[in-house]
């Protein structure tokens, strides 16, 4: 997501940082493409004339015009404007502080809600806390199917009562969370193809009744400005607590997530990145908005490789590193560690400049499951000795995974290069490094 608008804000700050000096009529002139970009993006109309209009007011502004380096003042106030307009601070979805706190998610059919709920269940278990699925989908054909794969796939219990109103389930939902101590319940509730009455009154009857938590309004924003007058309507009739932003790993535009905020009042809590259980993040405003600036996303990118890398197993390497003993099984490892961080696009993201370095570049990650088929299809001796892969070892592996011949040799190759380009890089990352101090703790 955002992949256009970030080549667009690049190209109009390139402009601005080489202009030899700033006048009022290049500045007005670049916020003009900036409004173009925004609006291109989806951005609400509204949003973008009242954003542009706040920026110039401090643009135009002598300490700006006579400072050193204006072009990255003027970067820094968009930056700045747009954090504002993400909703400047980040909001936690509310504590599982009692046995059970709810959470109720609402949105329109095929926006995500079963998915989030598992998402939810799974990041509550990482907590140590007892989690309650409640299948309150009475309409869509194999909702409460689905829900119960999804629960059924991270060993979290779902509730639901077959010939029942969605309101008599939840409230026996909750009667039976507080019965067997659940510290978390979480209601996927019925989605409509659009906003009538109909779910309008029946969301609110299960909120009157269950009074959940967080009143969270799930929106797919890959739907763009739908999204944002969808969010506005059912604020209206719910008062909704917090959006959870889905599919932020798809092409859309990015429109949504910068206007929802600006629209509604409601904060965006949680935005889900990827199609696993795992790919869920709590929304951050102020590195939403460097990621959309081309800035990237470190602190992001830290946090979660220290939840997904293993600290041990990234000693043992650092180790193998040292000794040039890097084999095939290594690095099948890291392919699997790398995978658990979720989708590829979505951490290049997170890489400062990775956007403008790698455009154009498409991130084939079938061919990751085809090198992984390649060396799942090895005998332990060739994995750990590559250099006793012969012809007819070749044929056998190639066969077994699928592939041709060709495509082994190039396996070999590319892996013989990135071993001699990690023991050149080994010999100087740990020249200075005290024995035993690790490159991957630091």
């Known amino acids: 997501m955002f992949g256009e608008l970030i080549d667009k804000f690049d190209g109009i700050f390139k402009k601005l940082r080489g202009a030899g000096k700033l006048t009022e009529k290049n500045i007005k002139d670049s916020l003009r493409e900036v409004r173009r970009a925004l609006l291109e993006a989806d951005v609400n109309y509204k949003v973008t004339k009242e954003f542009i209009k706040n920026v110039e007011q401090l643009a135009v502004g002598e300490k700006v015009l006579k400072s050193i380096e204006p072009g990255q003042q003027i970067i820094k106030i968009v930056h700045d404007e747009l954090i504002k307009l ?12 009692k046995s059970p706190t709810i959470y109720m998610l609402n949105g329109l059919q095929g926006s995500g809600k079963t998915t989030l709920s598992g998402k939810l269940a799974l990041e509550a278990k990482r907590k140590n806390k007892k989690a309650l699925l409640v299948a309150a989908d009475i309409y869509r054909p194999a909702a409460v199917k689905q829900l119960q794969v999804v629960g059924k ?6 509730f639901s009562l077959e010939g029942e109103k969605p309101q008599k389930i939840c409230t026996e939902a909750k009667k039976y969370a507080e019965k067997n101590f659940f510290d978390l319940m979480i209601i996927d509730t019925a989605g409509r193809l659009h906003i009538d009455d109909e779910l309008m009154n029946e969301l609110e009857e299960i909120k009157a009744k269950v009074n959940p938590d967080e009143l969270l309004l799930v929106a797919d924003a890959m739907t763009g400005q739908d999204a944002v007058n969808v969010s506005e309507q059912f604020h209206k009739r719910l008062g909704i607590s917090g959006v959870v932003l889905t599919k932020l790993d798809g092409d859309a535009r990015g429109g949504a997530a910068i206007s929802i905020r600006a629209v509604t009042g409601c904060p965006i809590k949680m935005v889900s990145t990827g199609e696993k259980l795992s790919d869920l993040e709590v929304f951050h405003p102020d590195r939403m908005a460097s990621r959309i600036l081309g ?6 990118l830290v946090e979660k490789t220290g939840q997904t890398i293993d600290m041990e197993q990234a000693a043992k390497l650092e180790e193998k590193l040292r000794k040039n003993a890097f084999t095939l099984e290594d690095f099948y490892d890291q392919m699997q560690q ?15 400049g990775a956007n403008k370095a790698l455009k154009g570049v498409q991130i084939d990650e079938s061919g990751i499951v085809r090198v992984e088929a390649m060396i799942q299809s ?12 012969d ?3 070749k044929r056998r592996i190639a066969d077994g995974s699928g592939n041709s011949v060709q495509h082994i040799n190039q396996l070999l190759k590319q892996f013989s290069a990135m071993r001699k380009m ?12 005290p024995k035993g ?4 703790q630091m």
């Open 437 to 440: 101090a690790s490159p991957f």
């Open 378 to 389: 090895m005998t332990p001796k060739e994995r750990q000795n590559p250099e006793i892969i």
């Open 422 to 433: 990690m023991k050149n890089m080994s010999k100087m990352k740990f020249k200075n490094l």
């Open 153 to 158: 796939s991270i060993d979290v219990e779902v």
């Open 86 to 97: 993400l909703g400047e601070k980040t909001e936690p979805l509310a504590p599982i502080d």
């Open 391 to 393: 012809g007819s070892r």
């Open 295 to 300: 800035m990237g996303d470190i602190v992001s």
């Open 338 to 352: 790398l995978k658990k961080m979720g989708p590829l696009e979505s951490i290049m993201g997170m890489i400062p």
